[in-house]
């Protein structure tokens, strides 16, 4: 993959950025990587606050793949962002990946992944693929990187350009030997599986055992009546408190 690197000192958001030239026919490839923005955004609606000092960027993709596996991508980038934050990590912090697309050390977030796909005749035209990384600040409750690699201080740009390397290997995995070895990677270090779950659908929050991690990337959650059920969107936490 050849990226082509754009880098602003402050935007709205890099992901507006992106699918702005995903609209404009630009091939995959885009990255559009920013130190300030002003109307970051999360999964769910939610607010990304996004100060000087962390790692704001999204890359545009085309995997030219039917729509229901557009979802795939985002455990590519959770493996490929998990990846790059390793290589900062010694064996005192454990790593782990929160259904769908979290990063979390030692049980708080580092990083989270959106990703917002475009369809055209039922397959991806584009996918707008946004990961914020916390290197220098965390709001409360999160961690950032450099709280926890001691001597080892981690510059952004430096940074980027591993999880870039490792979000084109990946990819590259995928597209040429499909979802089976970036699932496998993903429940290597997925976070709570065998545990006791939360999930907060549109309509209901069921409880249950996380069970694992299917073909499509939907989350198999087993209830209290043994019923295996399948959950492809939702916010999943730990109803024991320890971690989200
Ligand atoms: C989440 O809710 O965990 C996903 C957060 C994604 C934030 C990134 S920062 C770069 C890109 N631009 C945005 O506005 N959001 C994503």
Not at 62 to 90: H, M, N, T, W
Request: proline letters at 4%.
């Amino acid at each position: 993959m050849d990226w082509k690197i754009h880098t602003f000192s402050k935007l709205p958001s890099t992901q507006d950025y992106i699918k702005e030239l995903a609209e404009q026919d630009f091939p995959e490839g885009e990255v559009i990587q920013c130190l300030i923005q002003t109307k970051g955004r999360g999964r769910h609606g939610n607010e990304w606050v996004s100060p000087m000092g962390n790692l704001y960027m999204s890359v545009l993709l085309r995997p030219e793949c039917s729509a229901d596996k557009a979802g795939q991508l985002s455990f590519v980038a959770a493996v490929a962002l998990s990846a790059a934050i390793g290589e900062y990590l010694d064996e005192t912090h454990t790593k782990s990946l929160k259904w769908p697309n979290d990063i979390l050390i030692d049980g708080k977030k580092v990083a989270g992944i959106l990703l917002e796909s475009e369809l055209k005749d039922g397959k991806v035209d584009s996918l707008a693929l946004g990961m914020g990384v916390n290197i220098m600040v965390a709001p409360e409750g999160s961690v950032a990187l450099n709280d926890i690699t001691g001597d080892t201080q981690v510059a952004i740009h430096p940074f980027r350009d591993k999880v870039l390397g490792h979000l084109a290997a990946c990819y590259k995995q995928w597209q040429e030997e499909g979802f089976t070895p970036i699932r496998e990677k993903w429940l290597e270090e997925g976070h709570g599986i065998g545990q006791e779950i939360s999930a907060r659908l549109a309509d209901k929050t069921v409880t249950g055992i996380f069970e694992d991690v299917d073909q499509n990337g939907a989350l198999k959650l087993k209830t209290p009546d043994n019923d295996l059920i399948d959950i492809s969107a939702g916010e999943v936490y730990f109803p024991n408190g320890k971690q989200e």
